[in-house]
Every structure is written in C-alpha cells, then in structure tokens.
C-alpha cells in the first residue's frame, strides 16, 4: 500500500504526516489528534466533520488527505479560544443551542463561514447557511437565533 | 490506491486510464472508495487545475469549466440571468459543505440518474466537451448519458468543460426538484422547463427530466406536444400526460414508480403553466 508524505496547517500548525492514498481528510486529522473534527456519516450527509479549507467551508470526509497537501485548515478549536469564543461560540452558549454537543464543532465552522459571507443574515440565509449541518438534539430554533445573535454581535463590535 | 496530483491537464490526461479516476470535489467519489463502492486504481486528482474553474460567455456560449463548483453557479451573476433553471437547481444542490466541493463536471460523470445539474443542463441543449491523450472531442449531454450511471465517456477521457447557449428575453423557464426535505435529499424527480416564445407561438420546448428512469433525459414526447403551437391547457395536458407516460421510474426508499410517474406530469404541467404566467388553477 502506497502512502504519501503530506504536509499542511492545522490552526496554524505545521503537520507532516503519512497518509495512504484512499485516507479521509477526516480521519487523518482525528488520527493526528484533531478529534475535535467528528466522524459520524462518512458520507457528506451530517457536517459534523466542516472544516474551513483553505478558507472555505468543506466536509472533511469527502477530501482524501493527499489532495490538502499544502493546505490551511481550520477546525472548530482555530476559530475561537476558551479565552476569546467566536461570538458564534458565545451565542451557543448563550442561547441554549448545544445539548449533546456532538454537531456543534460542525455547526460552528458552517456559521462562522456564513457570517465572513453574510454579516446580516436572514432566517432563510441562516437555514440555508446551516442546511449541511445535522443536529439531533436541538431542534435548531436555538442554533439559528444564536448565529442570528453573533452576527449583531459582530456589527455591534463586539468581536470577530 | 495510489494517489497523484495532476498539475497540468495534460499531467492528468497521461495519467489516466488502467483502473484510474480522476477526483475533484470527491463529495460522490471519496465515499464510494470508503465504503467500498468503487475500486480505483490510482486517483488523479485535478482538484487543483485551476485552468479549469471558470464561468464565461465567449462567441454568445457560456462555458462552464469542469471545476467550477456548485457554489460557483449560485456566484454567477451570467447563470443566474442566462441559465436560470440551472441556477435554480444548484439552489437545490445538496448543502453549502457540499455545494462548496461538488463539481458540475463531477455531479454529470457521476452520472446518478437524480443529478441535480443534469434537468437544467439537458433543457439548455448543454454540449459537453471531452479530452484524452488522444485529442479532445464535443458531445451533445442528451447523448452522453448511456445508461444507469454509464456515460459515453471513455475511461481515459476527462470532461473539461459544459457549454450551453444563454437564455435570452423570448425564453419562458422553471425547474422544480421534488424532494423529502429542502436540503440534503436525494431528487424524487426533478424538471426543468424552457420554452423558446415568438408572438404567442412555442417555436422551442425542452424539458429536461431526473430521477424518474436509468437516465436523465430529454421528455421529447411531451415537447412535441408543445413545439409549434399556442399553447393552451389542451398542449400543457397532452405535454403532461406524454411526460408521465414516458418516465421509467423505478421504487426505491424515496418514493415509489406509481408516485414518480404522477409526479412527472404533475411537476411538468404546473411548470409549463409557471413558465407562461398561466394560473396553476384554470378558472371556473
């Protein structure tokens, strides 16, 4: 079996690492430890694995690893610090809008995304904006007002 | 599965063949390889070239570059204005993770018989262009899908480009992609509608149809019933019911054959109605 020598940031950290040439995107992030990125479907349906991509929002596990060599990714732990939370990560909190928590990393890259597009987003934006991402627990009336909160958050200037 | 990054065109193109695929987006590929789905020798990955991201109107053509993305249509003021049941459809497509990778050459050579971008595409007489080592060739989308996810592509041929003619002020349009919920889903069918008006007079009808048979394809039955004519409620229901007639719609966990095929001349008669301003309900 064939493997590759990759490279490439992960919260600006510089990661070299094997991959074979099938592996996930995915998988070698939780494998170097960014479990932070969930593994649930495998197949694009749940977003709880989005990272940024080179800037743009993806599910992990539809890149093979070897075609983000040289990449900048950012996972839910590069967006926001237990110190300085994303007003995204503030407003989860806030509102109400995690119960088991599993999709939130997820749902936190995917908002975060939307808001560097849309900085006033309507309900319809924000459902749209988050229709990749799945959560179970939440129902997500709580996810939508606290993505709407960040964003008045954000042009109230408070934070990033 | 040996993995190369193609940096030319031409890197990919002698890189094909012998159990080889070419990977863009991967949002249909990677998982078929995880799961077992597909073999593949050695992935090529051409995610990178990008020569081949591109939207642009050249010689009164729009041509579509194989890695444009799905969110790319939905950035493009030209499809949205030229190719509006193509922008519509990519509205549709999936979520914004995955409409951020897909690729519109990636969702036809997949050739799922629901792919999104194929209804549009067919209705616009979408003409696709092809390459291989051996030189590069063009062919119209209605005759590329062969059958249930067979192309007319050979192994070693990559797709590069999508060309369609821009939809002008004498073109009436609407799409529609049934399907269980408004994101993420899988069609249960899918239709696209453009008619090509002069005075009162259809002088074009197309109709692009998806999910509903092996293929996506073109419902020429139910366009007869409309080129050349005023169309009045007799066109639109002849058209439906020709629609309805010739879908091939199989029962899956989405939706059974009886359904689809009432669906299409549903879908087809409320978006030829839509297309012309016709109320959906005829008055009493």
Same mark, same amino acid.
């Given at each position: 079996?064939?493997?590759?020598?990759?490279?490439?940031?992960?919260?600006?950290?510089?990661?070299?690492?094997?991959?074979?040439?099938?592996?996930?995107?995915?998988?070698?992030?939780?494998?170097?430890?960014?479990?932070?990125?969930?593994?649930?479907?495998?197949?694009?349906?749940?977003?709880?694995?989005?990272?940024?991509?080179?800037?743009?929002?993806?599910?992990?596990?539809?890149?093979?690893?070897?075609?983000?060599?040289?990449?900048?990714?950012?996972?839910?732990?590069?967006?926001?610090?237990?110190?300085?939370?994303?007003?995204?990560?503030?407003?989860?909190?806030?509102?109400?809008?995690?119960?088991?928590?599993?999709?939130?990393?997820?749902?936190?890259? %995917?908002?975060?995304?939307?808001?560097?597009?849309?900085?006033?987003?309507?309900?319809?934006?924000?459902?749209?904006?988050?229709?990749?991402?799945?959560?179970?627990?939440?129902?997500?009336?709580?996810?939508?007002?606290?993505? %709407?909160?960040?964003?008045?958050?954000?042009?109230?200037?408070?934070?990033? | 599965?040996? /993995?190369?990054?193609?940096?030319?065109?031409?890197?990919?193109?002698?890189?094909?063949?012998?159990?080889?695929?070419?990977?863009?987006?991967?949002?249909?590929?990677?998982?078929?390889?995880?799961?077992?789905?597909?073999?593949?020798?050695?992935?090529?990955?051409?995610? @990178?070239?990008?020569?081949?991201? /591109?939207?642009?109107?050249?010689?009164?053509?729009?041509?579509?570059?194989?890695?444009?993305?799905?969110?790319?249509? $939905?950035?493009?003021?030209?499809?949205?204005?030229?190719?509006?049941?193509?922008?519509?459809?990519?509205?549709?497509?999936?979520?914004?993770?995955?409409?951020?990778?897909?690729?519109?050459?990636?969702?036809?050579?997949?050739?799922?018989?629901?792919?999104? $971008?194929?209804p549009?595409?067919l209705a616009?007489d979408?003409?696709?262009?092809?390459?291989?080592?051996?030189?590069?060739?063009?062919?119209?989308l209605s005759? /590329?899908?062969?059958?249930?996810?067979?192309?007319? +592509?050979?192994? *070693?041929? $990559?797709?590069?480009?999508?060309?369609?003619?821009?939809?002008?002020?004498?073109?009436?349009?609407?799409?529609?992609?049934?399907?269980?919920?408004?994101?993420?889903?899988?069609?249960?069918?899918?239709?696209?509608?453009? $008619? @090509?008006? *002069?005075?009162?007079?259809?002088?074009? +009808?197309a109709i692009g149809m998806?999910?509903?048979?092996?293929?996506p394809y073109r419902a020429r039955?139910a366009e007869?019933?409309?080129?050349?004519?005023?169309?009045?409620?007799? *066109?639109?229901?002849?058209?439906?019911?020709?629609?309805?007639?010739?879908? @091939?719609?199989?029962?899956?966990?989405?939706?059974?054959?009886?359904?689809?095929?009432?669906?299409?001349?549903?879908?087809?008669?409320?978006?030829?109605?839509?297309?012309?301003?016709?109320?959906?309900?005829?008055?009493?």
């Amino acid at each position: 079996m064939s493997t590759y020598e990759i490279k490439f940031s992960v919260n600006g950290n510089d990661e070299s690492l094997a991959v074979r040439g099938d592996e996930t995107l995915l998988r070698a992030l939780r494998r170097v430890g960014y479990v932070e990125v969930k593994l649930s479907c495998e197949g694009g349906d749940c977003g709880a694995c989005a990272v940024l991509l080179d800037g743009v929002a993806v599910n992990a596990c539809l890149v093979f690893a070897a075609q983000a060599d040289g990449a900048e990714i950012t996972t839910v732990r590069g967006i926001g610090t237990e110190d300085d939370l994303h007003p995204v990560q503030e407003q989860l909190i806030e509102k109400g809008g995690v119960q088991c928590g599993f999709c939130t990393p997820g749902i936190v890259v %995917s908002a975060k995304a939307l808001l560097d597009e849309n900085a006033a987003p309507s309900r319809e934006d924000i459902q749209r904006g988050l229709a990749g991402n799945l959560c179970r627990c939440t129902g997500y009336k709580k996810i939508f007002e606290a993505v %709407s909160a960040a964003a008045r958050q954000i042009s109230e200037g408070g934070g990033s | 599965m040996e /993995f190369l990054r193609a940096t030319s065109v031409d890197e990919a193109l002698a890189a094909a063949g012998d159990g080889a695929a070419f990977v863009a987006g991967g949002t249909n590929l990677v998982p078929d390889v995880l799961f077992g789905r597909k073999k593949i020798a050695r992935a090529v990955d051409i995610s @990178r070239l990008d020569e081949l991201r /591109f939207i642009e109107e050249a010689d009164g053509k729009i041509r579509i570059g194989a890695l444009a993305t799905v969110t790319d249509l $939905l950035d493009s003021g030209l499809i949205r204005d030229a190719a509006s049941p193509l922008y519509e459809s990519a509205l549709e497509f999936a979520g914004p993770l995955v409409r951020n990778r897909a690729s519109v050459a990636g969702n036809l050579m997949d050739a799922s018989p629901a792919a999104d $971008l194929a209804p549009p595409l067919l209705a616009q007489d979408a003409v696709v262009e092809l390459a291989s080592a051996e030189g590069e060739r063009t062919l119209p989308l209605s005759e /590329f899908f062969l059958d249930y996810r067979k192309t007319a +592509a050979r192994p *070693e041929e $990559l797709m590069t480009a999508v060309v369609i003619d821009p939809l002008g002020t004498a073109d009436r349009c609407a799409y529609y992609k049934l399907q269980l919920r408004r994101a993420m889903a899988i069609a249960v069918v899918g239709v696209a509608v453009i $008619l @090509r008006m *002069e005075e009162s007079v259809c002088a074009e +009808a197309a109709i692009g149809m998806g999910a509903v048979a092996a293929v996506p394809y073109r419902a020429r039955a139910a366009e007869a019933h409309l080129r050349g004519k005023e169309i009045g409620e007799a *066109e639109i229901e002849a058209a439906a019911a020709a629609a309805a007639d010739g879908a @091939r719609p199989i029962d899956d966990v989405r939706a059974s054959a009886a359904y689809r095929r009432k669906m299409c001349g549903v879908l087809v008669r409320r978006l030829l109605k839509k297309a012309l301003g016709m109320p959906q309900i005829a008055a009493v």
